[in-house]
């Protein structure tokens, strides 16, 4: 049963490890903002419509790739 | 008359007046939508549009140009970070208000390549920008935000720059209580199932990590509460975290003492726990608006520069503390006089609502003092500063004792009276029982005496207040009312008399209602207007937005006489417009609100009848505030509209006018030495003095950016009929924070049952305190929100 003096100790040592992490990201700002980066997600940047060329070229590229 | 449109605009969505401003099949309601777009669908920002529809903020208003940022003084002071490459700057743009926004302000290197990186903080409403200085400099940063609509606003008391670190601590405490607490939980476990006499060394190494986990729960998280408790001490007040502190204590101890002599497994469970709770609760009370701010003054309401004026007549943008006596300053329409100063040139119509609550603007000839505060309505103005802003008009008065004066007129808080007896009770109860005891045996008695002390530690009386006033605050915010803190809702709760002021409170300041007595058909209604809209008067502006008129004749011969009226031809007619004296066949009737007549061809045509419009629904409101309370109007105007008001209130007393802020606060004064508790309705500097003497100041804005110092909570002009239910919501509050505090009271009994004879085992503390925590917690966010559907509040 003396695993259980080895078992305790790794138990405390990983929640001591993720409250350095909480501590971390605390100190270094994540949790300043909680709002914004949840509509930053969402933007598609895909939305910003490429000129007509430069998609058919790149499309074709892909079609090149795809056929080797 | 208007011709109505049924365009709105692309832009901002606002109705468009003409059909002229047209762009790839778009409306635009102004010209100022117009540029934004173009901007825009220059740089292939389409998406903007996209995102949400009508994203824009109207552009109807005037743009600044940031010359001032040029000044590498100034520029000095609202940089975060500059070094050879780059510079970073943070605004505040209070027109952040959707997710296009936010896409917008974070694409902003497609307009401008010198922008490296731009990143929205929404519920700030700032933007943090880096910038090559090499390519682009802050003032063209600074009007390429407003180009696009979203003009910075940087003003004499940065609010940027403001910390916000009130709350950073918190949360690091609430990490580590909580770290402990789980930790601590696993490791009793077995000890309330028992552990067998062969497996001792278990439970001694479980009782020494326990122990070491109530170190730093005590030392770390808990080291506030003992800091409140012995500055309260030598106050020699006994305010509920004396109690808290003393429990905190004493369970530590009691837990060593355990573990030392080897009688039982110690308090460390319900240590954390409670430590865990209390700062869980802090947490919830804890409630920070980014966007308002309760603590700006004066100098939030002063710009940042002033153009002053050399020998040759040039102008040069100059920080406003380094304005001196003697410097000539040029103040451009809608600007703020920022200094007492002489009129040098120029038409002066000075909008001093602000500072004195007339919402006429004030004529100034040449060569008068015009104090600081004021806003030029009409052009631009040459003036000579007579005195620096440190010692202005509008600074003396901000710094005035009774504006300063700190508050106690505000009423103590339920628990700040509770805790009191409580901890008198509190403390007499151990001690009685440990002298009860100490006959038998003195260990029981210290047992005991500990016991009720940990068990009576008021964990539930202490969250009761937090849980409850942090659920009335997010529903009153729901309803766009914000308060400072949450003391104000029990203040509210006491409230018996409401002081109104009338200038923006009850009447709307911006948005006068026009009505023309007479006859104009369309072509003389087209000639007013064209007339109308070559003044700057601000009736001639109220008029050609009622008006609207798309047609635009060409005038001839047109002359404007400050005071009296306008003159001008139009195909040989004569068009006079302007005051009874001035226009050819007004008689002079009894005048009640200001009149502006018309004659064409010396034909009289009748006036126009300029009201103050009163807040929509004030009628109902005032009736079930009449019931309950007694209501009063104080205004800083003269008596216009007293026909218009005189009906909402109990009789003609309750009415006063011309009274100087000095007045306001003196009556509100005067009031609560009659035992009233004041609840003052105001809003602006005027008012100033009255909010912070009154027992709660409300202040009404429909700006929630806008300056409103003194006041205790800011109340969306929007959310203005709302008033008698929030007020009833507040007294439901109390009530509950009472009811609950009746429960805590309950299980605080049955626990001390346990304690006086000794009996109090570390497993019914540890089951006691989180059950009677949770039970409060349901209760409280329960009734609370229960209440605000029954005064509709949510929906």
Known sequence: MNIIFFLIACSVTLALFFLGAFFWSHNSGQNKDLYTPSVRILFDDELVEKPAEEKTAEENEQKLKSNQ | MAVITNEVCYHCGDDCVSKLLVKDEKNFCCNGCLNVYSILSAGNLHNYYKLNKHPGESQKKENQ?????????????????????????????????????????????????????????????????QFDHNHTTLQQVAQLLTSIGYEPLISLQDVVNESNSKNDGLIPKIAVAGFCFGNVMILSFPAYFGISATEKHFGEFFSVLNLLFCIPVVFYSGLDYFKRAYYSLKQGVLNIDFPLALGIAVLFLRSIGDYSFGVGEGFADTLTGLVFFLLIGKFVQQKTYHH?????????????????????????????????????????????????AILLNGNALIDFSFVTGESKPVQKVLGEIIYAGGRQTAGSL??????????????????????????????????????????????????????????TSWQIGLNAFTAILIIACPCALALSTPFTMGAALSILDKNKFYLKNTDVVEQLAAIDTIVFDKTGTVTLAENNSVEFIGNLSYTESNMVYSVCKNSSHPLSRKICSFLNSSENFMIEDFNELVGKGMYATYNGQEILIGSADFVFGANNKAITSPQVHVSINREYLGYFKINQKLRPQLGELMLSLNKNYHTYLISGDSNQDNNLLKQYFKSNLHLLYKQSPQDKLDFIAKQQRNDAKVLMIGDGLNDAGALQQSNTGIAVTDNINNFTPGSDAILDGKSFHLLPNILKFTKATVNIIHLSFCIAICYNIIGISFAIQGKLSPLIAAILMPVSTVTIILFTSISTHIQAKKHHLLP
């Not at chain 2, 974070?106 to 700032?126: M, P």
């Not at chain 2, 050399?310 to 006089?337: C, M, W, Y």
Request: aromatic share 12%; glycine share 2%; hydrophobic share 40%.
């Open chain 2, 65 to 129: 140009q940031f010359d001032y940022l040029n000044v590498p003084d100034i520029a000095a002071k609202l940089l975060s970070y500059k070094d050879a490459e780059k510079t970073i700057v943070t605004f505040y743009l209070p027109s952040i208000h959707c997710s296009s926004c936010i896409w917008l302000l974070e694409h902003l290197n497609t307009l401008d390549a010198g922008i490296i990186e731009s990143r929205v903080d929404f519920l700030k409403k700032q933007v943090y920008l």
């Open chain 2, 292 to 340: 308002l701010s309760f603590e700006r003054d004066y100098r939030s309401f002063f710009p940042v520069a002033v153009d002053v004026m050399n020998e040759n007549g040039e102008t040069k943008p100059v920080a406003l503390e380094s304005i001196k006596e003697g410097d000539r300053i040029s103040v451009k329409n809608q600007e703020i006089i920022p200094a007492d």
């Open chain 2, 382 to 439: 040459e003036l000579e500063v007579i005195k620096p802003v440190s010692q202005s008009y509008l600074t003396g008065l901000w710094n005035n004792e009774s504006f300063q004066k700190s508050n106690d007129t505000k009423t103590k808080t339920f628990v700040t009276k509770v805790s009191h007896y409580f901890s008198i009770i509190l403390l007499s109860l151990a001690t009685l029982t440990f002298l009860f005891w100490l006959p």
